[in-house]
């Protein structure tokens, strides 16, 4: 039996997501078009590039993941979904950011986007605690 794949085409539903920290999560959604017989999968990873400015930490700011697999079925929905774990802390900081990025072992996989990024907004604050001190603030 002969199987047929034709070219594919799968990208990011958007380059940047925005989540706050508080949020728990950010979903993060790939989008495939075009014709094939048989199931296709990608792969969904974060990267650990700690070389730019504000990067977000990985295990610090959001959970790694190198393994979530996107399964397209044939006849089956186009786009897949995954959430990549936030982490808060109590920690006052600038926005943060991190990228994620989707590949494939199979040839017929043209990438329209390979990378997207996630930006994180702290969701700590500043506060000031008045003390009462014998009666007086």
Do not use: W
């Amino acid at each position: 039996m002969f199987v047929c794949l034709l070219v594919v085409e799968v990208e990011f539903a958007q380059p940047t997501y925005t989540a706050n920290e508080a949020d728990g999560s950010v979903q993060l959604c790939v989008n495939l078009t075009g014709e094939f017989e048989i199931d296709v999968e990608a792969l969904l990873f974060t990267v650990d590039d700690l070389s730019t400015v504000n990067r977000a930490q990985p295990d610090s700011d959001y959970e790694r993941s190198s393994d979530r697999i996107l399964i397209f079925s044939t006849g089956g929905v186009r786009t897949r979904c995954e959430n990549i774990e936030l982490i808060a802390d109590l920690t006052l900081e600038n926005e943060e950011s991190f990228l994620v990025n989707i590949s494939s072992d199979i040839d017929a996989v043209r990438f329209l986007s390979k990378t997207a990024e996630v930006i994180i907004r702290d969701s700590d604050s500043k506060s000031i605690h008045l003390i009462e001190f014998l009666g007086r603030v």
